[in-house]
């Protein structure tokens, strides 16, 4: 692919998406190498600060999943 | 000295004698000429200092904080609403505040009356709906309407919410038919030309926070800005930083605040900062019906869930 | 949010926000799938990025 990686920073809460996650690559699904994920203790810990600093820090685009 | 200051000094003084409250905060006369200071009152003889007029732009709810005793406060219709935000987030105990309420007829947009002058102003002189202002060179009178702030000119709160005494009758209420015509005009703006306009907006910025400290709002003990470990945003002007500092100040004020115009008024670089807020005035009145400092029994639509929340954004 | 970014310029397709559970990992794959397919056709993101000197 020519295409520029991109970056997705995606804050997954850790017993929901986390997990999710987990079943996936257990499961052996195959999905675009995009993301880039941050497991949080719960979504409840996300604020917008996080979303504002992985954008300045260069993320292409945010993903929060609970 | 118009009807609405000596009443203010009526209500100050015998609330001062009856030692009903130990101090009142209200605006006293700057040392320049369009811009009232507040001012802390702790006995009678002070009551003079009083006043009211249309230079009176700050936010007195941001000194209700932290006192002991019961105070009396002096509230415009923003400041009111402001002063129910404070009770609805316990800043504030209603029992130990005397709210005195002052209908307000609209703040005068100091930018716009100083692009009338080509030199420094030496007097403001209101005389019910007009006012006269010299200069060294110029005298001028204008119909104080149309030099209206821009948020008072689209206020629909004029009266106060709650209060105790009122100092004057209270006007009437406007009915807007479109409350949010700045925001709509950005809104129409394609992605890369909202971006310029916020860039344009904040290159004057010198991070001086004076929008964070007029503001009543913030009252965080420690403000993000302020934060060294993690540093959510740097201290200097770099865009990002300031962009960054801007949102971020904005969103935390969602749901809550009341356009009073306080942040516009204290910012030395004559930046419109309210770009930001408004749009999240709007969002939760449309998303969730809810104007900020309206009544202090409802909680704001940020900390409290109902089933009927949009959520039309999660997939 | 996205609300406020999107005023500010920040396209809307740059904040993403979903609910899975951890026994759905279909759904995770089709999330991510998606999202990508957005971002990807918005391109890298210029806007907010802080640059820091050497």
Redesign the interface.
């Known amino acids: 692919m020519a295409?520029?990686e991109?970056k997705?920073v995606s804050f997954l809460c850790n017993?929901?998406?986390?997990?999710?996650?987990?079943?996936?690559g257990?499961?052996r699904?195959?999905?675009?190498a995009?993301?880039r994920v941050v497991r949080i203790p719960c979504s409840g810990r996300m604020s917008?600060?996080f979303?504002?600093?992985a954008?300045?820090?260069?993320?292409?685009?945010?993903?929060?999943?609970? | 000295m118009n009807t609405c200051t000596k009443r203010i000094r009526e209500i100050a003084s015998a609330l001062l004698e009856k030692k009903e409250v130990e101090k009142v905060i209200g605006f006293a006369t700057g040392t320049i000429p369009m811009a009232s200071n507040p001012i802390v009152v702790t006995s009678k003889q002070d009551v003079e200092k009083l006043v009211f007029n249309s230079t009176c732009g700050l936010n007195l709810a941001n000194y209700i904080r932290n006192h002991k005793g019961k105070i009396a406060v002096i509230a415009k219709g923003c400041d009111a609403r402001n002063i129910v935000t404070h009770v609805i987030e316990n800043q504030a105990d209603r029992e130990k505040l005397h709210i005195i309420g002052v209908p307000c007829s609209g703040m005068i947009d100091k930018n716009k009356v100083a692009s009338l002058f080509k030199d420094d102003i030496v007097e403001f002189i209101e005389d019910g709906d007009t006012a006269t202002i010299k200069s060294a060179t110029k005298e001028e009178t204008i119909n104080k309407k149309d030099y209206l702030r821009h948020n008072c000119s689209l206020c629909t709160h004029k009266n106060p919410v709650i209060y105790d005494d009122l100092a004057c009758d209270e006007g009437e209420e406007q009915s807007l038919e479109i409350p949010y015509p700045d925001v709509d005009a950005i809104q129409s703006l394609d992605a890369n030309a909202k971006w310029q306009h916020f860039q344009e907006l904040t290159k004057n910025c010198i991070r001086c926070y004076s929008c964070r400290n007029a503001r009543p709002l913030c009252y965080c003990p420690t403000c993000?800005v302020d934060e060294a470990g993690?540093q959510?945003?740097g201290k200097g002007q770099d865009e990002?930083d300031v962009n960054?500092f801007h949102?971020?100040r904005a969103?935390h004020c969602a749901g809550r605040c009341t356009d009073c115009g306080a942040c516009v008024e204290a910012c030395p670089m004559d930046i419109n900062v309210r770009d930001f807020t408004r749009k999240l005035n709007k969002d939760s009145f449309e998303l969730f019906g809810w104007e900020a400092g309206l009544d202090t029994t409802r909680r704001p639509p940020l900390d409290s869930y109902s089933p009927d929340d949009p959520n039309d954004f999660i997939k | 949010?996205g609300n406020l970014l999107e005023h500010m310029g920040?396209e809307r397709?740059?904040?993403?926000?979903?609910?899975?559970?951890?026994?759905?990992?279909?759904?995770?794959?089709d999330?991510?799938?998606e999202?990508?397919e957005?971002?990807?056709a918005?391109?890298?993101?210029t806007?907010?990025?802080?640059e820091y000197n050497e």
């Open positions: 295409e520029k991109i997705i017993w929901c998406s986390y997990g999710a996650a987990d079943l996936a257990v499961s699904l195959e999905y675009p995009d993301i917008p600060k979303i504002l600093s954008f300045r820090e260069g993320a292409d685009a945010v993903w929060v999943s609970g | 993000f993690p959510w945003v990002t960054t949102f971020l969103f | 949010m920040i397709d740059r904040v993403h926000f979903s609910w899975i559970s951890s026994a759905e990992a279909i759904k995770f794959v999330i991510v799938k999202i990508s957005k971002v990807r918005l391109g890298p993101n806007k907010l990025v802080k």
